[in-house]
Nanobody, 127 residues
Framework: QVQLVESGGGLVQAGGSLRLSCAAS????????MGWFRQVPGKERELVAA????????YYADSVKGRLTSSRDNAKNTLDLQMNSVKPEDTDVYYC????????????????????WGQGTEETVSS
């Protein structure tokens, strides 16, 4: 079992920066690919960033490419999402998630393959 807890959300002005963090616990959490999703009520959950278990490979959605950077520290079992040049359309609840399987060398971009989810952290970008 893997437990995930996000933190770092809040209110930020457009053009500013914010850093989200996800603390993972549970056996083998550091050997799982992970991702950041966002969702507003009534809309489908969107994958914005994904990172493989080692941190050597990443994926970013086109809407955030160049502005968001995902990183992980497996020694500390943490996953971070640095958000720069934020826009009002980045307003969402952000979730971190962990892949069902361990040791996957590639990033996971298929939402169904994520089995473990945090409770979410809300970010609001004011214009």
């Amino acid at each position: 079992q893997v437990q995930l807890v996000e933190s770092g959300g809040g209110l930020v002005q457009a053009g500013g920066s914010l850093r989200l963090s996800c603390a993972a616990s549970g056996r083998t959490s550091s050997s799982r690919a992970m991702g950041w999703f966002r969702q507003v009520p009534g809309k489908e959950r969107e994958l914005v960033a994904a990172i493989n278990w080692s941190g050597g490979s990443t994926y970013y959605a086109d809407s955030v490419k160049g502005r968001l950077t995902s990183s992980r520290d497996n020694a500390k079992n943490t996953l971070d999402l640095q958000m720069n040049s934020v826009k009002p359309e980045d307003t969402d609840v952000y979730y971190c998630a962990a892949e069902a399987n361990t040791g996957i060398a590639t990033v996971t971009t298929t939402p169904k393959r994520y089995d473990y989810w945090g409770q979410g952290t809300e970010e609001t970008v004011s214009s």
